[in-house]
């Protein structure tokens, strides 16, 4: 089931069928933009108001379009931490009215994260993560943003890679993600 509000519309919704069309849509990679960046900044001090009962670090902006020069989906990825976890119904009745939709814990299936997503339209323009600071997944996130910044060799690698996953797993979303797990995983071993 995938219920929150988009746009004043309450979602429930029990079949994929029935899921609105963001929820399902195509990977589609664009050549960097450097507005990703201005609206990575204006989400992050939005979600520092929005948050900022819960936050314990954060929020930041993450994933490829915090990277200049990496090609990426058009969706800015904002990560924040909270004490716990079960502060997201909280989370989600104050970021609702704002078009942010919490997508139940067991479709999102990341038990370490509660996960949330911003739509215009039929598009994702945005992903909050929230997550635990002490969060493997918190600092390999930062610590791969960072890495990717600072290396264009490896960034180029990984531009390499999306491409290539984006072309074989366009529509499915959860495949591009995992097919790229070692190449992250790779390069945080070797910082």
Request: aromatic share 8%.
């Given at each position: 089931?995938?219920?929150?509000?988009i746009?004043?519309?309450?979602?429930?919704a029990?079949?994929?069928?029935?899921?609105?069309?963001?929820?399902?849509?195509?990977?589609?990679l664009?050549?960097?933009?450097?507005?990703?960046?201005?609206?990575?900044?204006?989400?992050?001090?939005?979600?520092?108001e929005?948050?900022?009962?819960?936050?314990?670090a954060?929020?930041?902006h993450?994933g490829?379009?915090?990277v200049?020069g990496?090609?990426?989906?058009?969706?800015?990825?904002?990560?924040?931490a909270?004490?716990?976890?079960?502060?997201a119904?909280?989370i989600?009745?104050?970021?609702?009215?704002?078009?942010?939709?919490?997508?139940?814990?067991?479709?999102?299936?990341?038990p370490?994260?509660?996960?949330?997503?911003?739509a215009?339209?039929?598009?994702?323009?945005?992903?909050?993560?929230?997550?635990k600071?002490?969060?493997?997944?918190?600092?390999?996130?930062?610590?791969?943003?960072?890495?990717?910044?600072?290396?264009?060799?490896l960034?180029?690698q990984?531009?390499e890679?999306?491409?290539?996953?984006?072309?074989?797993?366009?529509?499915?979303?959860?495949?591009?993600?995992?097919?790229?797990?070692?190449?992250?995983?790779?390069?945080?071993?070797?910082?």
């Amino acid at each position: 089931m995938l219920h929150g509000a988009i746009k004043g519309f309450h979602i429930m919704a029990t079949h994929e069928s029935e899921w609105p069309k963001w929820a399902t849509e195509k990977i589609s990679l664009f050549e960097p933009d450097a507005d990703w960046a201005r609206r990575g900044r204006e989400l992050v001090q939005s979600l520092s108001e929005s948050l900022k009962p819960w936050l314990v670090a954060g929020p930041h902006h993450v994933g490829s379009t915090a990277v200049q020069g990496l090609v990426a989906k058009p969706i800015i990825d904002i990560m924040a931490a909270t004490a716990s976890l079960e502060v997201a119904g909280e989370i989600e009745a104050a970021l609702r009215t704002r078009g942010w939709v919490l997508v139940p814990a067991h479709l999102d299936n990341r038990p370490w994260r509660r996960f949330f997503v911003k739509a215009e339209g039929d598009r994702r323009v945005a992903h909050l993560h929230i997550m635990k600071e002490s969060a493997e997944r918190w600092v390999s996130q930062l610590r791969f943003r960072d890495a990717l910044r600072a290396n264009s060799e490896l960034r180029r690698q990984y531009g390499e890679l999306k491409r290539e996953l984006a072309a074989r797993y366009a529509n499915d979303r959860e495949m591009y993600s995992s097919a790229k797990a070692s190449f992250i995983t790779d390069a945080i071993q070797k910082l």
